[in-house]
């Protein structure tokens, strides 16, 4: 029986700077987020429903997490809808050298496995093999496991293909504590 893999992605957003005013701009980051929400409710978590969907991704996608929190769009109905709050993803504006960004948090069905690959371990003078644990070194014993890698192909294009209403680029992905992209292992192909 599969479990649940998590997994966070990180996308680089370019809000339509308006005026240049600051509340324009949020309300342009609010509104991308909404977009990808809506892209991934309607792909991603209604592939539950059935086993396959007509655009390629399956129901082991299935389920990313939906925010705690909504954002407040007064025109989220229409443009006489003045005080409805709508869904979105998390959105955070550019700070330093890292660019306004949405996270999307989500569980992958498939079983679960040992991030990484096993590694020589000595311990109160025994010597076995096991799983690497804790950060990875720089040695081929603390490579992620070739299913994480599987699972990050995966996730990556069913993430990829199921946004189309907003421009974003996946920059990094966390799956089973191993991150790839900005800042980290690059991503697999």
Do not use: C
Not at 62 to 79: E, Q
Not at 139 to 166: C, M, Q, V, W, Y
């Amino acid at each position: 029986m599969p479990n649940r893999v998590p997994f966070t992605a990180y996308f680089r957003i370019v809000p339509e700077r308006g005026e240049g005013k600051r509340f324009e701009i949020q309300r342009s980051r609010e509104r991308l987020a909404h977009l990808v929400w809506r892209d991934l409710n309607e792909v991603l978590e209604n592939a539950m429903q059935s086993n396959t969907t007509g655009t390629g991704t399956s129901a082991e996608m299935a389920n990313f997490a939906v925010p705690g929190g909504t954002i407040t769009w007064t025109l989220a109905a229409s443009a006489d809808s003045l005080g409805m709050s709508m869904r979105a993803v998390a959105v955070k504006p550019q700070f330093g050298e890292f660019p306004d960004t949405l996270t999307v948090i989500g569980f992958f069905e498939r079983d679960v496995s040992v991030p990484y690959r096993e590694k020589q371990l000595i311990s109160a003078g025994r010597v076995w093999k096991g799983p690497a644990s804790g950060a990875p070194g720089f040695d081929f014993s603390t490579e992620p496991s070739d299913a994480n890698r599987a699972d990050t192909l995966i996730i990556k294009e069913a993430l990829e293909g199921a946004i189309t209403n907003a421009p974003v680029e996946l920059i990094k992905l966390e799956v089973s504590g191993v991150s790839y992209g900005r800042g980290s292992i690059h991503f697999p192909r």
